[in-house]
């Protein structure tokens, strides 16, 4: 009983101190920063391929602001969840 007490209240301040809001900062900022430059890559690729003025460049960041977004919400409602918010 104790030890899930202890548990629980640990996992409750997983995102208070100043050091581990950083480390979601920077986490939020990979998730966003990543999936844009894989899209804009594939998307320049395929417009290359298929010989189009940055048709699959736009789907591509599109896509991917859409995966992010999606990715970083869920993210945030977790910590803040956790964080008893």
Known sequence: MEQQQSQKKSTNTQYTTPLSLLSL???????IALPLLIMVFVGIQ?????????????IGMLFAALCSSIIVLRKVMKASKDAGL
């Open 25 to 31: 900062v920077g986490e939020l900022g990979f998730i």
């Open 46 to 58: 395929l417009d290359r391929w298929f010989n189009v003025p940055h048709v699959f460049l736009i």
